[in-house]
C-alpha cells in the first residue's frame, strides 16, 4: 500500500504566498509521473501541474509563472510553491503518483487533498 500526505494549505490574502508539500510513504519502488490538481466548489477537478520523474514540467495556462512544481526524489516528496496567489485559486489542492510499486507494476494514488483559500 502507498500514502500520499499532504501538507501546507491555509488561508492567505491575494498576492500571497503557500507551498504544498506531498509525501509518498510505503511500498514504492519508483515513482514516475507526480501531479497536482484542484477542485473549487462546484467545479470539476483539474490538473494544475505535473512533473517526471527527469524534472520535466507541465502547467495549467493560468498558473503559468506563479506556481511552480519540484520533486526530491530521494524524499519520494512533490512540491507546489505558489506564489502571487488569486481569489480564483481558492480549492481543494490534492497530489497525484504514478507509483511503481514493483518493477512491473504501476499504479496511481491521491493525496487527501489540502484546502487553499485566497481571500480578496
Known amino acids: 500500500q502507498v500514502q500520499l500526505v499532504e501538507s501546507g494549505g491555509g488561508l492567505v490574502q491575494a498576492g500571497g504566498s503557500l507551498r504544498l508539500s506531498c509525501a509518498a510513504s510505503g511500498n514504492i519502488f519508483s515513482i514516475n509521473r507526480m501531479a497536482w490538481y484542484r477542485q473549487a466548489p462546484g467545479k470539476q477537478r483539474e490538473l494544475v501541474a505535473t512533473i517526471t520523474s527527469g524534472g520535466s514540467t507541465n502547467y495549467l495556462d493560468s498558473v503559468k509563472g506563479r506556481f511552480t512544481i519540484a520533486r526530491d526524489n530521494a524524499k519520494n516528496t512533490v512540491y507546489l510553491q505558489m506564489n502571487s496567489l488569486k481569489p480564483e485559486d481558492t480549492a481543494v489542492y490534492y497530489c497525484?503518483?504514478?507509483?511503481?510499486?514493483?518493477?512491473?507494476?504501476?499504479?496511481?494514488?491521491w493525496g487527501q487533498g489540502a484546502q487553499v483559500t485566497v481571500s480578496s
Open positions: 497525484n503518483a504514478d507509483v511503481r510499486v514493483v518493477p512491473t507494476t504501476t499504479r496511481n494514488y
